[in-house]
């Protein structure tokens, strides 16, 4: 294997698992017991019939309720390869610890499942969560959407997809439920990944370390594929011509 490429592939191994060990560490404190905050967890419940552990969520809610609570659904980032709803549990329990009702997803990741596997999974988690929500007590008049980084972006082409009618399937079965996010909550967003090469062209001082993290954004997440083919994963350009 060439050296660059065991360069790349070390860093990734690197930060995947920085994340999942400060995830296990953070779960050994006492405050990260959901009982401690008055919070139930459902884990691993299907929004696909598939078996996979890519197509299940965790619902995250507070034990003690007055009435339906806001619903949250939560993506979780890793620049579309690494990390799950597992190491992003504290994103769902502080959402949870604040009234909401949470559901934190996995989807399938890349390289092994290129564009558009990860929008498609989120979509249908949203159809999922839209379906079975009066069954937790979630009040879509009061639907969030959020996402830090890859899940920052999702959440932007699924609220694209659900305020426009789209042609990808997976879009307008979106647009088909009728049902419009109250709040689209984006964090740190890699909004255009057809050409992540724009973050260091506007800093460039990135280091190589995080230049080489972006870039494997793009070769792992959309492959062969560009524009137009890909709308969905530059989010960024869809708002601007919307």
């Known amino acids: 294997m060439p050296l660059e490429q065991l360069r790349k592939r070390a860093g990734k191994t690197l930060i995947q698992g920085f994340f999942r060990g400060a995830s296990r560490l953070g779960r050994l404190h006492p405050q990260a017991d959901p009982a401690r905050h008055g919070v139930e967890v459902v884990r691993d419940v299907a929004y696909l019939p598939t078996g996979l552990p890519e197509h299940k969520l965790d619902i995250w809610r507070p034990k003690h309720r007055d009435g339906p609570l806001p619903a949250l659904l939560y993506v979780h980032g890793g620049g579309f390869t690494i990390l799950s709803k597992e190491t992003h549990w504290a994103m769902a329990l502080a959402f949870a610890r604040r009234g909401f009702c949470v559901f ?25 969560l839209i379906e079975h929500a009066p069954s937790w ?39 088909d439920t009728g049902i419009v996010p109250r709040v689209a909550l984006p964090a740190c967003g890699v ?19 995080v230049n080489d993290r972006l870039h494997e954004v793009t070769h792992s997440y959309l492959g062969d594929q560009r524009p137009p083919h890909v709308d969905l994963a530059d989010p960024l350009l869809l708002l601007e011509s919307e």
């Open 104 to 128: 934190n997803v996995n989807y399938r990741l890349a390289p092994e499942h290129r564009y558009p596997a990860a929008i498609a999974d989120v979509c249908a988690a949203y159809r999922w």
């Open 137 to 175: 007590q979630a009040d879509l008049s009061r639907l969030v959407v959020a996402g830090e980084s890859a899940g920052a972006n999702l959440v932007i082409a699924l609220t694209v997809a659900a305020c426009f009618e789209r042609p990808e399937p997976h879009a307008r079965a979106v647009f």
């Open 191 to 209: 909004l255009q990944v057809s050409d992540i090469g724009r973050i260091r062209r506007r800093k460039p001082n990135v280091g190589t370390f």
